[in-house]
């Protein structure tokens, strides 16, 4: 059996060069993030928010994620008040299978091949569906160490607390002045609806474990908001 691209791009000599250029380029983009954004703010009203700005809120209020062709070609990184019908393009957030499956798993101790979670995985390495998000799945072994990077993510969390990503960064010693911002742009992400309601957008791993644990407090950073709601960000606890 022919092996798979990444496969033979992983053996090659020049990946660990490789790699390394990207965690520069990664912590490059971060800087540009935070420049950007910084601009953002200073160019929008007074009433709107810093898209850095982190809020605390508990998992269990939102309720809803907003579906992927509602912002198409959005930069949600830079938090913008919108018109528009585009919050109410959501869908119960508990219909994921990453949400029920880290709680099956953690909560009610089924095994990680007894999830939906892991059936969907199996189907995309088989070529009968696309993988949509991080990481790339190719081959069993690539879920085998996804499964096992949740399954660490949720001892840390349970055993050390929830921290942010920031916070992460210090304490693993990555806290170099070229990404020395723009953390706040990797925390999970929620958008403010017309009514305050809160729609989830990313970081779904986290959030999940979050919920798994009944975590009653984690920081989210708001994205896109609805212009006749923004007023209710206000009212959401600075974390």
């Not at 091949?113 to 690539?142: F, V």
């Not at 403010?192 to 950073?221: K, M, Q, Y």
Request: hydrophobic residues 30%; glycine residues 6%; charged residues 35%.
């Amino acid at each position: 059996m022919p092996r798979k691209p990444q496969e033979l791009i992983k053996k090659s000599p020049f990946y660990p060069y490789a790699y390394r250029l990207k965690k520069v380029v990664d912590a490059s983009r971060r800087r540009f993030d935070y420049i950007r954004a910084e601009i953002e703010s200073k160019l929008q009203p007074r009433s709107n928010s810093h898209p850095l700005k982190l809020y605390a809120i508990d998992p269990n209020d939102v309720e809803v994620a907003l579906q992927k062709e509602a912002l198409n070609n959005f930069t949600w990184r830079l938090s913008p008040a919108l018109d528009g019908e585009w919050d109410t393009k959501v869908e119960g957030i508990n219909n994921y299978d990453v949400i029920y499956s880290l709680k099956n798993h953690f909560n009610e101790g089924l095994e990680w091949k007894e999830t939906d979670l892991y059936s969907r995985a199996i189907s995309c390495i088989d070529g009968s569906k696309r993988w949509i998000g991080r990481p790339n799945l190719s081959d069993r072994r690539d879920l085998r160490q996804y499964l096992k990077r949740i399954d660490g993510l949720y001892r840390k969390i349970k055993s050390e607390g929830y921290r942010t990503q920031r916070e992460l960064a210090r304490e693993e010693n990555q806290y170099f002045w070229v990404s020395d911002s723009a953390y706040e742009t990797h925390e999970i992400t929620v958008h403010l609806g017309r009514n305050g309601e809160l729609i989830f957008e990313d970081g779904w791993h986290r959030f999940a474990i979050a919920r798994a644990l009944g975590l009653e407090r984690i920081p989210v950073r708001v994205a896109a908001r609805h212009r006749d709601g923004q007023s209710k960000l206000e009212k959401l606890p600075k974390y």
